[in-house]
């Protein structure tokens, strides 16, 4: 089994700074691509950022300069740091990793169960 647990989403004011932590943990061998997607009321979930295990980052074009994300393979863990945070960035945020639990199975996708940023002031 394979849990997916995120935190550090709260109420922060326009110009502020959040943390986003996330953790996988259970019987995973292998942790390729992690990422955070997010979903505001009446949209559709988009993706914010993204670290296969090489390293490398993606951001969506709203979030670029302002959000970093990083990963510690060590803990099968990703974080978003959030910086000069806008009304737009309010939604709820989603952890999803690429995972693997036997060499002998597929890679999957899991996700966490989301957990709310709100900017306002």
């Known amino acids: 089994q394979v849990q997916v647990v995120e935190s550090g989403g709260g109420l922060v004011q326009p110009g502020g700074s959040l943390r986003l932590s996330c953790v996988a943990s259970g019987s995973i061998i292998m942790t390729y691509q992690m990422a955070w997607y997010r979903q505001a009321p009446g949209k559709q979930r988009e993706l914010v950022a993204s670290?296969?295990?090489?390293?490398?980052?993606n951001y969506a074009d709203a979030v670029k300069g302002r959000f970093t994300i990083s990963r510690d393979n060590a803990k099968n863990a990703v974080y978003l740091q959030m910086n000069s945070l806008k009304p737009e960035d309010t939604a709820v945020y989603y952890c999803n990793a690429e995972i693997r639990t036997r060499w002998t199975t597929p890679r999957r996708e899991v996700w966490g169960q989301g957990t709310q940023v709100t900017v306002s002031s």
């Open positions: 670290i296969p295990e090489d390293g490398s980052t």
